[in-house]
């Protein structure tokens, strides 16, 4: 087991190895696999190795999903058509919770029940085991969803990626004369990523490495980020019980960062109590930075971020060579609006939604379009019975709904009248409001807040997250001056997400998340959002929890080569918030 730390060279030291096990002891190519993680960084691993052994071919390089394909398509007639991609796994789940929850779903909740069946299948569980704090459904509903996307899966003749790993694992136990022609095969197995790997792909690989046993692991528990997918640090940090008589070897040499980037990152991960203790040093003496900056509100954060981009740009820095990484998506649409207003350019690597184009986001629009005349149907439906009104869909006819010839028309229905009646009232109050009095008096004067959290909650959605996009609503509101500059903002950042699908990494700032910036680096790295609730999450309360959230900073701080600025805010809106519990151990 080889312990590499950030930036230490785990490619280099698996190419290396290959070359010595073909050249100095004699091993057939067509006897090595090599695995790892990811189609890229196979592409890579496969690319290094053809340049440093030009005349040699016959290694398997592939992915843990790749490598059970091969082995099963012989065996069950399977071809790629079999396969469930991750978008068509995506419209066939959503398909299966519109029918089992009768409503249609959002793409967080779509995300997480999507992160819990993965997770149970990984781990070799049932559906009994879910709990409602793992995902997005009450544990019934839940049962019922699984049952239908495994039954819908089967008549479909489809295999998801994750079914791959189990079905190879029934095979290899049904059938040992095939389990031993594959360990005949593959005599020596490298794993990149090791710290990555979880309990049915780690079942696997110890049926085909036996008895033979000879396996070669390179990875770094401290960046073990992936619970959410099923990954499980415990079997790296558990390795030398498996096999004793496996040697470790730590190499503990960062050559990419400088001396006080690794020193700051330690003090933080060495406060985790589960994890192999190692002694990083860099690997040259160059000069690096690293900042803690106070900001006062979100806006303030913003300032800052670009005025670090355009002060490096000016000092030699290119775009390219800087990143800001985030905890979660959530807020990547109000920075890159930022980044796109102060003329940087950008580029998100991952799938980003406009604030506005949000459950919320279009409920807090529809009743403001609504109170300015557009009394369209749809408005209406968005927002009738949030809070409850008692209005019916019956109630409010097919054409443009006129709220004072609906409250005529409730003598026989004498519940609705005073809902009615403060309805418009509230309408003619909002008309005549300022943006973000009126996204105020919304959230607080007219319930809508209360009723959107419960709402989000028979979704899965915790209160945290829509109080935060709620927020990030009123902020934008407070910087309109008018309903109509209201409109404009929105369509401006609309405009701006559909640009940032075209842009071009080549030369631009990176905008992403921690856990997408796993196996990058950069010259600059900018953190921000380091406060309580963000980063650690507010969803994270066990130890263990806390320590992949340690973890998760550790990686995206060591992302950076020269400079690394860590943001926190005071402030959001008016509301006192708390700077991450990991600043002090950074400190």
Not at 107 to 122: F, G, P, Q, W, Y
Not at 155 to 176: G, S, T
Not at 454 to 469: L, S, T
Request: aromatic share 8%.
């Amino acid at each position: 087991m080889v312990l590499a730390g950030p930036g230490a060279g785990k490619t280099f030291v698996i190419t290396r190895r290959l070359k010595y096990l073909i050249e100095e002891c004699g091993v057939a190519p067509e006897e090595i696999l090599v695995i790892t993680f990811t189609k890229a960084a196979a592409e890579e691993m496969e690319c290094r190795f053809d340049m440093l052994c030009k005349e040699v071919s016959g290694v398997t390089f592939g992915t843990f999903h790749a490598v059970y394909f091969h082995i099963l398509k012989k065996f069950y007639n399977l071809d790629r058509t079999g396969i469930l991609g991750e978008g068509e796994k995506r419209k066939l789940l959503k398909e299966v919770i519109n029918g089992v929850c009768g409503s249609d779903t959002d793409d967080e909740t779509l995300m997480a029940v999507l992160e819990a069946i993965s997770r149970i299948k990984n781990a070799g569980l049932s559906a009994d085991s879910y709990s409602s704090d793992i995902a997005a459904l009450d544990p019934v509903m839940f049962k019922k969803v699984y049952a239908a996307y495994n039954s819908l899966l089967r008549e479909r003749k489809k295999l998801d990626f994750d079914d791959m790993i189990l079905r190879c694992r029934e095979l290899f136990l049904e059938r040992p004369d095939i389990l031993d022609m594959w360990r005949e095969r593959y005599r020596y197995i490298l794993i990149d990523e090791f710290q990555d790997i979880n309990p049915m792909q780690y079942e696997v690989i110890k049926m085909l490495a036996y008895p033979h046993n000879n396996l070669c692991v390179v990875g770094d528990d401290d960046q073990s980020i992936y619970a959410f997918r099923g990954s499980d640090p415990d079997i790296m940090l558990g390795f030398k019980k498996d096999y004793p008589e496996a040697r470790v070897i730590k190499l503990e040499n960062n050559y990419r960062s400088g001396k006080s980037i690794i020193d700051t990152s330690l003090k933080l991960i060495g406060c985790n109590k589960k994890r192999f203790r190692k002694k990083i040093r860099a690997g040259s003496e160059k000069n690096c930075t690293v900042a803690l900056l106070d900001c006062r509100d979100r806006n303030d954060e913003a300032e800052k971020i670009c005025g670090l981009i355009t002060a490096a740009a000016k000092h030699g820095i290119t775009y390219r060579e800087m990143a800001v990484l985030l905890r979660t998506n959530a807020m990547a649409g109000f920075f890159a609006g930022k980044l796109r207003a102060a003329g940087i350019p950008f580029y998100v690597k991952d799938r980003v939604e406009s604030i506005f184009d949000s459950c919320e986001g279009k409920d807090i629009r529809a009743m403001l379009d609504f109170s300015k005349g557009k009394t369209g149907r749809e408005n209406f439906l968005r927002f009738m019975n949030k809070p409850v009104r008692y209005i019916s869909r019956a109630d409010i006819g097919r054409g443009d709904i006129e709220l004072s010839r609906m409250l005529a028309g409730t003598e026989p229905k004498k519940y609705m009248y005073g809902q009615l009646k403060q309805l418009i009232y509230d309408m003619d109050k909002l008309k005549k409001m300022h943006p973000f009095a009126a996204v105020n008096y919304i959230r607080k004067g007219m319930g809508y807040e209360q009723a959107a959290v419960k709402e989000a909650a028979g979704r899965g959605r915790g209160e945290e997250a829509v109080i935060e996009i709620l927020n990030m609503i009123q902020e934008a509101a407070g910087e309109c001056d008018s309903y109509e500059d209201w409109l404009e903002r929105i369509k401006s950042e609309q405009e701006g997400m559909e640009e940032m699908k075209k842009d071009s990494p080549e030369a631009a700032v990176q905008l992403m998340t921690m856990h997408s910036s796993k196996g990058l680096e950069f010259g600059m790295v900018i953190i921000p959002e380091l406060n309580e609730g963000q980063i650690p999450s507010n969803k994270c309360t066990k130890n263990n929890e806390i320590e992949e959230e340690r973890r998760l900073l550790y990686v995206a701080m060591t992302r950076a080569k020269e400079k690394l600025f860590l943001l926190y805010r005071e402030k959001n809106l008016q509301k006192k918030i708390l700077p991450s519990r990991f600043i002090k151990e950074l400190r």
